[in-house]
């Protein structure tokens, strides 16, 4: 157990909806990150926010949205959903630099797999 | 833009068998990670790799780096059953305002047959 958490396990939804997926990181952890993983696209990273700031940003589509609130806890907004969206989605996350040398390991927590029907 | 990649993207052996698996990357990194990740679940960080000529082992796993060759390897040393599931190295760049990227290889899936 990685110690991140993500909600729900399993979502399915139709073409055209809405959905939100929910992250909370490792206790300590300021950076959140997404990931979607799919068959043919592999991992790819989506978008990174450090203690409620978007720091770094993947191949997010302009569909899809996230935010980190002031508990560090993040959301993904996936709109406008086709069924190329369908995908696990994981979040990571990471200790802060510290000053000396880290090793900004992510931890990857359950994923949700989204199906779009 | 960084390039990650895995070879072999499959690997069938026998129990009991070495092999090694390649990492290849494109831009200078000084920071690799290997994760396994079982069939629908998550990622496991097996190894950190932050320095050239770093090797680590845990069990019949292996992972050594050499920066300058930009290559990683994964040796696995008499395989067992267990070790069957897709083995992912990861890439970190700097991407600004003190963050690091991973880049993702496509992965390998080891099954390590009796």
């Known amino acids: 157990d990685s110690g991140v958490t993500q909600t729900p396990k399993h979502l399915i939804t139709a073409t055209g909806q809405r959905v939100t997926l929910r992250c909370s990181p490792r206790?300590?952890?300021?950076?959140v990150y997404w990931y979607q993983q799919s068959l043919d696209q592999g991992l790819q990273f989506l978008i990174q926010y450090y203690n409620g700031e978007e720091r770094a940003k993947g191949n997010i589509l302009e569909r899809f949205s996230a935010q980190q609130f002031p508990d560090l806890h993040s959301e993904l907004n996936l709109s406008s959903l086709e069924l190329g969206d369908s995908a696990l989605y994981f979040c990571?996350?990471?200790?802060?630099?510290?000053?000396?040398?880290?090793?900004?390991?992510?931890?990857f927590g359950p994923g949700t797999r989204l199906t779009v029907t | 833009e960084l390039k990650v990649e895995q070879n072999p993207l499959f690997l069938s052996m026998q129990e009991g068998k070495n092999y090694t698996i390649y990492c290849n990357y494109s831009?200078?990194?000084?920071?690799l990670y290997w994760y396994r990740q079982d069939p629908g679940k998550s990622l496991e960080s097996l190894f950190v790799l932050l320095s050239n000529g770093a090797v680590k082992q845990e069990g019949r796993l292996m992972a050594s780096l050499d920066t300058k060759a930009r290559l990683s390897t994964l040796h696995i040393t008499a395989a067992v059953h267990d070790l069957s599931a897709t083995y992912f190295c990861a890439v970190s760049a700097y991407s600004g305002a003190g963050s690091y990227q991973l880049t993702f290889g496509k992965g390998t899936k080891l099954s390590v047959i009796p």
């Open positions: 206790s300590g952890d300021l950076s």
């Open positions: 831009t200078t990194s000084d920071r």
């Open positions: 990571a996350s990471s200790v802060r630099p510290s000053g000396a040398l880290n090793s900004y390991e992510q931890y």
